[in-house]
């Protein structure tokens, strides 16, 4: 089993909707946990950190599930401008700190 | 404060060729990455520092050598280029104790 699993996509879905796309990791020592978002031919940049309670920032909410090993990303009355690739991340610490970067899921919104 | 910088932006070397990426960033960050990404592979870790003075390898470091002479750099050497390290390199940037990463804007390398 990879280090963190998420579905390519892409994920293509009509401007308004609601879209949800998970992550799965296999350390369960794993720590600390992240949504990155990273535009075509551009940087990563945070979008938000996913707390054991869930988290929420506007029309985004993130969520743990620490018993089955993953994290989610909902985004509601999705915008043309939320079309890019979202990264999970997952770090674990412990002798050796690791930062582990999924290969990301493409969202296309479609006007 | 222009966070972390990355020179050049762009490059197009000849087979065997050598190079210096330049990493720079001025949040008095402790630990800085270096990653390619290439498409359908994600982020992989080439090498990353601890702190001025301290280098490590990540998970693809072959072909690759890092110097972290002052705090605020971070290069990426290049001895002998291969079309196989043609790709997009970013570079990122983190304080200690906080495991937000800060990247660099990349700098897009052709290997012919």
């Known amino acids: 089993r990879k280090e963190v699993e998420q579905d390519p996509g892409p994920f293509n879905v009509p401007e308004g909707a609601t879209v949800a796309f998970n992550c799965t990791y296999s350390?369960?020592?794993?720590?600390?946990f992240f949504w990155y978002r990273q535009d075509c031919r551009k940087e990563p940049k945070l979008l938000m950190s996913?707390?054991?309670s869930g988290n929420e920032d506007g029309r985004f909410t993130a969520q743990l599930n620490r018993a089955s090993q993953y994290i989610s990303l909902l985004i509601r009355d999705s915008k043309l401008s939320d079309s890019a690739t979202y990264l999970c991340?997952?770090?674990?610490?412990?002798?050796?700190?690791?930062?582990?970067f999924g290969k990301g899921t493409r969202l296309h919104i479609l006007p | 404060n222009a966070g972390v910088t990355q020179t050049p932006k762009f490059r197009v070397l000849k087979t065997g060729q050598s190079m210096t990426l330049l990493c720079a960033q001025d949040?008095?960050?402790?630990?800085m990455y270096w990653y390619r990404q290439d498409p359908g592979m994600g982020l992989r870790l080439i090498h990353y520092?601890?702190?001025?003075?301290?280098?490590a390898k990540g998970e693809v470091p072959d072909g690759y050598n890092v110097s972290r002479l002052k705090k605020q750099n971070f290069l990426l050497g290049l001895e002998s280029a291969a079309p196989s390290q043609t790709s997009v390199y970013f570079c990122?940037?983190?304080?200690?104790?906080?495991?937000?990463?800060?990247f660099g804007p990349g700098t897009r390398l052709t290997v012919l």
């Open positions: 520092s601890v702190g001025e003075g301290t280098t």
């Open positions: 949040m008095n960050h402790e630990y």
């Open positions: 991340v997952v770090n674990t610490r412990g002798g050796d700190d690791k930062i582990i």
């Open positions: 990122a940037s983190r304080g200690g104790g906080v495991w937000e990463q800060f």
């Open positions: 350390n369960s020592a794993s720590q600390s």
């Open positions: 996913v707390y054991s």
